[in-house]
T-cell receptor, first 111, second 114 residues
């Protein structure tokens, strides 16, 4: 599975859009991009995933570049409860059992 | 609550004792996974089941670790002869079989070995 690179930390003002980047330059055609977040002392929470098209759900939007080498998770109106570690993971469709996690981005939402 | 449930949330044990953790997955999910997470790191895959079959167990950390899912519903993870290095968060997740189906995690069991 391809590796991902994320900034270790980011700040965002409450009410503004939080844009979290992820680099996955070695991604292959059958690999999906998944985003999870983890709030302290809780299990990881699934946010969104996509293959090549942009995706949106009630939590966030996922923008994947045309060459698929990078993506951005967008939280449109960040709240203090969005403070968490955000993980970007690339996974082959036929390798559902194993997610390889990096260190993630610590996102701090400031009032 | 129809999410993944783990019990207990916290476990403190003395070195050398055996511990067992339970996971109840989302009811319609066929796949169940166990991960371990230490402080400041992402989760580390241990093993997974599809229904009652354990399809991957080579990543279990040692032969002191074992997992079961006897009826294809709940699962247990047992650690025998615990060591201080086993102190970690043990996470359970479940998913549908479809290849792109995301994993949904429980809130984990925090193990402290003294």
């Amino acid at each position: 599975d391809a590796k991902t690179t994320q900034p270790p930390s980011m700040d965002c003002a409450e009410g503004r859009a939080a844009n979290l980047p992820c680099n996955h330059s070695t991604i292959s055609g059958n690999e999906y991009v998944y985003w999870y977040r983890q709030i302290h002392s809780q299990g990881p929470q699934y946010i969104i995933h996509g293959l090549k098209n942009n995706e949106t759900n009630e939590m966030a939007s996922l923008i994947i570049t045309e060459d698929r080498k990078s993506s951005t998770l967008i939280l449109p109106h960040a709240t203090l409860r969005d403070t968490a570690v955000y993980y970007c993971i690339v996974k082959r469709m036929d390798s559902n059992y194993q997610l390889i996690w990096g260190a993630g981005t610590k996102l701090i939402i400031k009032p | 609550d129809t999410g993944v449930s783990q019990d207990p949330r916290h476990k403190i044990t003395k070195r050398g004792q055996n511990v067992t953790f339970r996971c109840d997955p989302i009811s319609e999910h066929n796949r169940l996974y166990w991960y371990r997470q230490t402080l400041g790191q992402g989760p580390e895959f241990l093993t997974y089941f599809q229904n009652e079959a354990q399809l991957e167990k080579s990543r279990l950390l040692s032969d002191r670790f074992s997992a079961e899912r006897p009826k294809g519903s709940f699962s247990t993870l047992e650690i025998q002869r615990t060591e201080q290095g086993d102190s970690a968060m043990y996470l359970c997740a479940s998913s549908l079989v479809e290849g792109s189906s995301p994993l949904h995690f429980g809130n984990g069991t925090r193990l402290t070995v003294t």
